[in-house]
């Protein structure tokens, strides 16, 4: 390293810092125009944290009116009687063995499909990747069906026909694939082999391979994929929506349109802004705790 | 050897068993059926549907609602990448290189501009449409039209005008989606070298040849990518305009899109068969458009 | 038709819009059921007093539909009816929000209750029930004496409608408990502060709309303008009423040019006229409760609904309300049908299984409540009309039901009504979307009518679609 470039680099990085003291006028139209997406990104979400304390009056009077008391009792009725608690618990269950399922067979087939070369690995892979442009809509009334005659299988039968979390989780696991075994084969095929052929030399089954070294190496990939997962599945609608017809068996999603339809019934608004919040808020949480993973994940998976 | 190969091929099955299976069951198989389904007049009752051949197709080439649904997918299908993309290309330039002063750096909290843009994202999309339903209320208790109704002006029936309703399901759609690809042009953008910009703005390069002479050149794939995928959600819409429009894509049909046409005839008008021929046409515009893009763009490169 | 008329109940809407299928799937999954032995268990002698044989020793078994009406009407008015003559006939009461998820199996097993109060979304489809033989022919209900009276015939005590839409495949099957009676609802009390009365004709009718808008009390009129069902409901009936009731029956059975009718351009053009003038403003994005809230608020005068209005919004209502109902005015003087004619269709749907342990026992339980005590108590309890003839005479009903009663005594045999609607749910949904834009002025009325002749022609031509005549 020359001294000239030193002085350069060194110059054009004091020049950043003092340019990072001082607004110009550019940086205010910049930071306006930033802000003003951040008023309409947080405000719709803010008002309804708002009307969530408010009483049935306050929200049919001026929409920006403040609260005069803090209707804690909304939230009670949300969590009672429009059984949110119920909804949030079913789909914190179905999502995490579906996506347990999802990376646990996706990876699997993943793999097999990047490293291995075989008759017909070609044409299953591409069985896969096709589901990627279908229309989930094509094929819901025959998957209605298709569920229906699960629930009458011998012995398995009434736990994964239709309105039940596990049939739920096996449609999730098997909608999910086609993204997840795109994303990973590709990921698969950039890791080194030496680590694994070593491994082979030392006698060490393919499974073993899979398990202890592949998965570690492939952890990035993973973690990105299972972000992917975890959003799609917890946001999914239209699949519970025609496989779980019985309300205590509904997700988050189901709960939340059901109780905006209700509300209109049993006059009880308040009680929608406070499901909305506990719908909203523990989501918003969790983003923050771990947003740089999440949008690294997400847009890693999108890049892929 | 032989014990090698016998061991590799047993791995094989045994790792494809459970992912194919799955994926035969739950993805292909109603895939298929639709299709054979779409040629029967099927109501879901008789246990043998009559084959009728084409008919269905004939006759929703005179569904005006049908048609109706696909020019409102046709308009999303180019609004929605297009105004996501300025709208994202625009904000991730400003917080990566619209920094003040003269030189390029990232703007004063960039960081939690990028967290706030993406909580609309990890919320579902089913909760957003009930968010919106209220957010959109056509009296002074909207959150809209209560500071509208004060500068004493009309109330707009965001939801219940049949002109506006189209533009509010896409605002919906478009504030949804922002956030993602800010990010993930942000990402695209990190990876440009600095001392590109740099360079050029010691050339005399203005901020906005910047941003065509370098951020968009270098983005592209990106761009791509995103248009690509926002195509996909705009084929593919349902939730937003199920949940969230009147009449479930009305007022007057104003807001129906294709899924949600399918979904109508089949659980509501119990048209299985009709249905079915309203997905294929679906399915053969999400192929037609997926293939399309990996045509145009690069990306047949990346895996097929 | 799991949900007739009953379109305004929350249930049905909130299926509408997320129950997708359960309860019309099930219940097609029926298998065809063997049939059973078990009716034709020893006869007991039939008698005047006891005219289907009920036994002694045979339990009944009573399935309520629980839903707007509760179930307490059954087990605290008609099942001690029936006790006091049946007292050692064991009565085991049950009550479901989901009928066909609890009672679809029974069917299938072959072993179906007694007695069934089938209503609410999640009811089974009667079609398909009667298709598969499952309904007991209750035409023997018809021809027994009445409860009350040994001279007069069950036939004669009920209203006409519900013989006419009870009947499936030309069998009497299933018997309308509640008449819906459906006009144009008010305030009395506003209407007394401000010297309004209720029209009798149109050109009364738009003077008043005049009078209320001019008096910037409130607005004159409003309907549910997220479900213009509500506004094609009076549209229809004016259009029977000027053309008579083949308006709708044509219209039912699906015949050329019945839309575009005369009648229906009158009609269609008048009510365009109000939703150009007179709407509460924002009516096109309410629903029906906060248009309803709306007039418990004296923000509106008028709105159309039906007789199950009452029940629906009775925590909003001021005490002082007083709700009254006037059936739609005359729109000239040489209307088909006279002043007062209604629209009214009996619902809350209940059925004998036919293949049941006791359907001697389930006839005899609807006979009961038939007779005019359990009636006018149901009334009385529930805020609601019968569909049996005089019930509500005499009783302490609420001012809503008492008004929505005398309109419906005067209107005496000039009811119309219509089945398309739940027929044809393609029609529906297009006459919903289409009313909604006649009502905002988005479509003249020739075009609105010709779009839904356009409609109804391509499901008369569509083979697939089953077609039903009345």
Same mark, same amino acid.
């Given at each position: ?219 990035? &990939? ?32 189901? *709960? ?49 | 050897?032989?014990?090698?190969? /016998? ?266 068969? /009709? ?30 | ?73 059954? %087990? ?56 598969? *033989? ?122 050329? *040019? ?47 609904? &039906? ?54 026992? *389930? ?64 029609? %529906? ?42």
């Amino acid at each position: 390293m020359t001294t000239t470039s030193w002085t350069v680099a060194n110059s054009r990085k004091l020049a950043r810092q003092e340019s990072r003291k001082r607004l110009g006028p550019m940086a205010i139209l910049s930071h306006l125009a930033l802000l003003l997406w951040t008023v309409l990104t947080v405000v719709p979400i803010l008002w309804t944290f708002l009307a969530s304390v408010k009483s049935e009056d306050e929200i049919f009077g001026d929409a920006w009116s403040l609260p005069s008391s803090l209707h804690w009792d909304n939230f009670a009725r949300a969590w009672e009687q429009a059984h949110i608690g119920q909804y949030m618990l079913n789909s914190v269950i179905v999502v995490a063995f579906s996506v347990f399922g999802t990376m646990l067979v996706g990876s699997m087939a993943a793999y097999v499909l990047s490293r291995y070369p075989f008759r017909g690995n070609r044409a299953i892979y591409l069985l896969f990747v096709s589901g990627l442009a279908f229309p989930v809509y094509l094929a819901l009334s025959p998957l209605f069906f298709v569920v229906q005659n699960m629930g009458n299988v011998p012995l398995i039968g009434p736990f994964i026909g239709l309105n039940t979390h596990a049939g739920l989780v096996l449609v999730y696991i098997a909608y999910s694939l086609p993204f997840t075994v795109f994303f990973l084969s590709a990921f698969f095929r950039t890791l080194p082999t030496a680590v694994a052929e070593a491994a082979m030399v030392d006698g060490a089954s393919h499974t073993r391979v899979f398990f202890q070294i592949m998965l570690p190496m492939a952890r990035p &990939g993973l973690v990105s994929i299972t972000i992917f997962n975890i959003l799609g599945q917890w946001n999914q609608y239209q699949l519970p929506l025609v496989l779980l017809q019985e309300r205590d068996k509904w997700v988050l999603t189901q *709960g939340i349109a059901d109780i905006s339809t209700a509300a209109g019934y049993d006059q009880d608004w308040s009680a929608l802004f406070a499901a909305l919040t506990l719908a909203i808020l523990p989501m918003l949480v969790v983003y923050t705790v771990f947003q740089r993973q999440i949008q690294s994940g997400l847009t890693a998976g999108a890049l892929k | 050897m032989l014990f090698n190969r /016998y061991r590799r091929g047993l791995f094989i099955t045994a790792f494809l068993a459970a992912p194919v299976t799955l994926y035969l069951v739950y993805v292909i198989s109603p895939y298929i059926q639709a299709f054979y389904i779409s040629m029967t007049d099927w109501r879901g009752v008789s246990a043998t549907p009559a084959f009728i051949g084409l008919e269905n197709f004939r006759r929703l080439l005179e569904d005006g609602t049908f048609w109706k649904a696909v020019t409102h997918n046709a308009g999303l299908l180019v609004l929605l990448p297009l105004i996501t993309i300025v709208l994202a290309l625009f904000f991730a330039f400003l917080l990566n290189v619209g920094g003040g002063g003269r030189a390029v750096g990232g703007i004063r909290g960039s960081k939690f501009y990028r967290v706030v843009f993406f909580f609309p994202q990890v919320l579902a999309v089913a909760v957003v449409a009930v968010l919106f339903q209220q957010v959109f209320r056509p009296d002074g208790s909207g959150m809209l039209n209560a500071p509208l109704m004060a500068l004493g002006g009309k109330p707009i029936g965001f939801l219940s005008d049949p002109g506006v309703a189209f533009w509010s399901v896409l605002g919906v759609m478009v504030w949804q989606a922002v956030g993602f690809y800010v990010v993930l042009f942000s990402a695209g953008l990190a990876s440009i070298p600095r001392d590109m910009f740099e360079a050029a703005q010691i050339d005399g390069a203005g901020r906005l040849s910047l941003f065509f002479r370098i951020t968009l050149p270098l983005l592209w794939d990106t761009v791509q990518v995103a248009w690509v995928y926002l195509g996909i959600i705009a084929l593919d819409v349902f939730a937003i305009v199920w949940v969230m429009t009147d009449q479930h894509g009305g007022p007057d049909w104003s807001t129906t899109v294709m899924a949600a046409e399918v979904y109508r005839n089949a659980f509501q008008y119990f048209r299985f068969g /009709y249905a079915s021929a309203l997905g294929v046409v679906m399915f053969f515009f999400t192929v037609g458009f997926a293939i399309l893009s990996l045509r145009l763009t690069r990306r047949e490169r990346i895996e097929f | 038709m799991p949900d007739t008329p009953r379109f305004t109940r929350r249930e049905l809407l909130r299926s509408a819009a997320l129950v997708p299928v359960a309860g019309a799937l099930a219940a097609c999954a029926t298998p065809a059921a063997k049939p059973s032995a078990s009716s034709s268990a020893a006869p007991v002698a039939t008698s005047a007093a006891n005219p289907f044989g009920v036994s002694d020793s045979k339990p009944l078994e009573v399935w309520i539909f629980d839903g707007g009406f509760g179930q307490d009407y059954a %087990k605290n008015i008609h099942q001690p009816l029936f006790k006091s003559k049946y007292p050692k006939v064991e009565i085991k009461h049950n009550a479901t929000k989901e009928i066909t998820k609890v009672l679809q199996p029974r069917f299938a097993g072959g072993n179906p209750p007694d007695v069934i109060d089938n209503s609410g979304a999640n009811a089974m489809d009667f079609g398909a029930l009667a298709q598969d *033989g499952q309904l007991q022919d209750l035409t023997p209900l018809l021809d027994a004496p009445s409860w009350d009276d040994p001279g007069t015939k069950v036939r004669d005590t009920i209203d006409k409608a519900v013989i006419d839409i009870g009947t499936y495949d030309g069998t009497f099957s299933v018997l309308g408990y509640v008449n819906y009676i459906f006009g144009i609802w008010y305030s009395q009390k506003a209407f007394k502060d401000n010297g309004w009365v209720p029209p009798k004709t149109w050109d009364e009718f738009l003077k008043l709309n005049e009078t209320i808008k001019k008096s910037g009390k409130m607005a004159p009129f409003t309907y549910a303008g997220k479900f213009p069902q509500y506004l094609y409901e009076v549209l229809l009936t004016m259009a029977a009423k000027i053309g008579g009731p083949e308006v709708l029956v044509n219209i039912d059975n699906l015949e050329d *040019g019945a839309w575009t009718s005369e009648a229906m351009k009158t009609s269609a053009t008048a009510w365009a006229e109000i939703g150009a003038k007179y709407l509460m403003e924002g009516t096109a994005g309410l629903d029906h409760v906060q248009t309803q809230t709306a007039q418990n608020k004296y923000k509106v005068a008028m709105l159309p609904s &039906g007789s199950w209005l009452e029940n629906e919004q009775k925590t909003t209502t001021p005490a002082d309300f007083e709700y009254g109902m006037f059936p739609v005015p005359d729109f000239t003087g040489s209307d088909k049908m006279p002043y007062g004619t209604l629209h009214s269709q009996p619902s809350e749907n209940f059925i004998v299984p036919a293949k049941g342990a006791n359907p001697q026992g *389930g006839m005899e339980y609807l006979r009961a409540m038939l007779s005019k005590k359990a009636a006018g108590d149901f009334s009385e309890m529930v805020k609601t009309v019968s569909t049996v003839k005089g019930a509500g005479d005499g009783r302490q009903l609420s001012p809503g039901a008492a008004s929505a009663t005398k309109a419906y005594t005067a209107a005496g045999a000039n009811i119309v009504y219509y089945r398309w609607q739940t027929w044809y749910a393609q029609l %529906k949904d297009e006459a919903i979307a289409a009313t909604g834009e006649l009502m905002s002025g988005g479509l003249t009325p020739d075009k609105y009518l010709e779009r839904l002749q356009k409609k109804s022609d391509e499901i008369k031509n569509d083979s697939s679609i089953k077609k039903y005549k009345r």
